[in-house]
């Protein structure tokens, strides 16, 4: 991590390009060889690499890990989607996220079991997963449910050597600190994502993170507003002109193991390429 002078003449926190990546999904590939390209093109080391289209869509995507291995990109971790989870509005992704919808549970449970299979054989020593909204009542019956399928997945992808990343943006900070205590499980971290915190509403990112640094296996970087209507989604923007504080939320990532892997994730807008290289741009000072 070093400290460079900005145009304005005041210290810019920056990172070193051999600890970024990109998340598969943000390039939106419709095969194996357009995301072997994709990441070519933006010219970072690592990738974040959704699993479930490797499972699920073998024609496309069943040879992307030797593809991007020959290339010389490393799949720094996996990324695992639970099932059903609808991202429509605020209410429909509290009904539908993560572990939490009974309806969803077993598909989730039996995609999460050939995930970590996959993530073992191919050595990826990291999943990471939107748990659901994770109430913050210890009384509430949702939460303790909640808890134990994710202990349950926790031993599942242990059973195969990797360790789970819990996304945050779902609940606050606090919640999570809480929940990670009660479930008491050494094979859970944290994917610390600071612009969900934003889109959520969950709490103010650069503290969530100090609040959770002990915890965190991975950063995304990514940007947001917030909304102007409570209950409402913010809106994702290209990293460095939201209402992240770059500098300060990149100090304690300073502050952090320095072999964690920073992942760009740029989940909105057209020009996805383009917002990438900016966002690798202002985290590198290059």
């Not at 400290?3 to 003449?9: A, G, I, L």
């Not at 890990?65 to 429909?92: C, K, N």
């Not at 940007?223 to 990149?250: I, Q």
């Not at 072999?259 to 994730?265: F, G, K, Q, S, T």
Request: glycine share 10%.
């Amino acid at each position: 991590m070093t400290v460079e002078s900005s145009t304005m003449n005041e210290p810019r926190v920056t990172i070193p390009t051999e600890r970024l990546g990109v998340c598969s999904w943000s390039l939106r590939p419709t095969a194996a060889e357009e995301l072997v390209e994709s990441s070519l093109r933006l010219g970072l080391p690592k990738i974040q690499l959704a699993l479930g289209p490797v499972l699920e869509d073998p024609e496309a995507f069943g040879d992307v890990m030797p593809r991007l291995r020959d290339s010389g990109v490393r799949i720094a971790s996996g990324m695992l989607e639970a099932v059903g989870e609808d991202y429509s509005t605020l209410e429909t992704i509290k009904a539908t996220g993560g572990v939490r919808p009974d309806e969803h549970w077993p598909a989730t449970l039996a995609r999460a079991r050939a995930v970590a299979t996959l993530a073992g054989e191919e050595g990826i020593t990291l999943v990471t997963l939107h748990a659901g909204f994770i109430p913050h009542d210890p009384g509430d019956p949702a939460r303790a449910v909640v808890l134990e399928r994710l202990r349950t997945l926790a031993d599942l992808f242990a059973e195969h050597g990797v360790r789970v990343g819990l996304e945050t943006g779902q609940e606050t900070a606090a919640t999570l600190l809480d929940a990670l205590a009660e479930l008491d499980h050494g094979n859970v971290g944290v994917n610390f994502d600071p612009a969900n915190m934003i889109l959520y509403g969950m709490g103010d990112p650069v503290e969530s993170l100090r609040l959770l640094a002990d915890h965190v296996v991975q950063v995304h970087a990514k940007d947001a507003t917030p909304s102007r209507t409570p209950g409402s989604w913010g809106d994702e923007v290209p990293l460095g002109t939201g209402a992240v504080d770059w500098d300060a939320f990149l100090a304690i990532v300073a502050t952090l193991d320095p072999a964690l892997d920073v992942v760009i994730e740029r989940e909105a807008g057209e020009a996805r390429e383009s917002d990438i290289l900016a966002a690798r741009r202002r985290l590198t000072g290059a």
